[in-house]
């Protein structure tokens, strides 16, 4: 059963968009790739309203102290197995944010992430290539 899961998973993933403390650049990035210009629902990519219907998460910005529960309680609620992947420099590293009282680390230290998507913000075709290297790892 697991395999017919993890086929399915590789041929039409469904998305759940997670902005924790972001600046909006990569959630604006993320709608274009839904735009008739990049369209990625042809490839079966769909966004998707509730993280128990997601087969990824899409994390943008810093985690905080504040969103670092409500990161993980997402994460919780999405069945497994799910892939999870960073969107922007903000998820990499924490760089410009380092000396910030509220930041709680970089996602790899609280989530297992799979892809990283650098780029303030990435460009919609970096992250189609970034979703694809997630789904080869299944």
């Not at 504040?66 to 990499?92: A, D, F, M, N, W």
């Not at 075709?125 to 970034?130: C, N, Q």
Request: aromatic share 6%.
């Amino acid at each position: 059963m697991k395999d017919l899961r993890i086929q399915g998973l590789k041929k039409s993933p469904w998305v759940f968009h997670v902005a924790a403390a972001s600046c909006n650049n990569c959630d604006i990035e993320i709608l274009d790739l839904i735009t008739p210009r990049f369209d990625v629902e042809r490839f079966g990519i769909v966004l998707v309203g509730s993280p128990r219907h997601a087969d990824a998460l899409l994390v943008t910005g810093v985690l905080n102290r504040k969103s670092l529960p409500r990161v993980l309680r997402v994460y919780e609620q999405t069945p497994k197995p799910c892939l999870v992947i960073g969107i922007g420099s903000c998820t990499c590293d924490i760089h410009i944010f380092k000396n910030s009282y509220n930041v709680v680390g970089p996602y790899g230290k609280h989530l297992p992430v799979d892809v990283f998507i650098p780029g303030c913000p990435p460009k919609p075709e970096a992250m189609i290539l970034g979703i694809v290297k997630a789904l080869s790892k299944l």
